[in-house]
């Protein structure tokens, strides 16, 4: 009695939609699972923190971790230098580029310095420093 019908000849007077349900189900929980580990595919940084800080918008994006490790648009590179033709590249696609560094806090201060004189060689003014929002900025 599939279906709702009594005998062979006879038309299907009811759809059984349960199994088409079950299938929606399971095919949401797979896209919510997947959706979680594709948001955190970056890497683990532990970046500073700042009372002041705003949303903006990235173009490019520079990630330096404490490893050695470099990221550019989340796309892993050999070395801070390999930063330069990409930065090229992206800057003659948009002459107004905007920039952000991703620097962990363990980072060396001349290893960010040295790739932001990367950037402003290959042609990028506007640069912005990626940090953690501690809270509402207090009053003075």
Request: net charge negative; aromatic share 4%.
């Amino acid at each position: 009695m599939a279906g709702g019908a009594d005998d062979a000849d006879s038309e299907i007077v009811g759809i059984n939609v349960t199994p088409l349900v079950d299938v929606t189900l399971v095919l949401l929980i797979i896209f919510m699972v997947t959706a979680r580990l594709i948001a955190q595919s970056g890497l683990s940084m532990e970046l500073p923190k700042a009372a002041n800080s705003g949303e903006m918008q990235t173009v490019f994006s520079v990630s330096l971790a404490a490893d050695g490790r470099v990221l550019v648009d989340s796309t892993q590179i050999a070395n801070d230098d390999a930063v330069a033709p990409f930065a090229r590249a992206a800057r003659e696609k948009n002459p107004e580029l905007r920039a952000s560094i991703k620097a962990d806090a363990a980072v060396n201060y001349g290893r960010v310095i040295h790739v932001i004189d990367i950037l402003k060689t290959a042609g990028i003014a506007k640069i912005a420093f990626a940090v953690t929002p501690t809270g509402p900025p207090k009053s003075q």
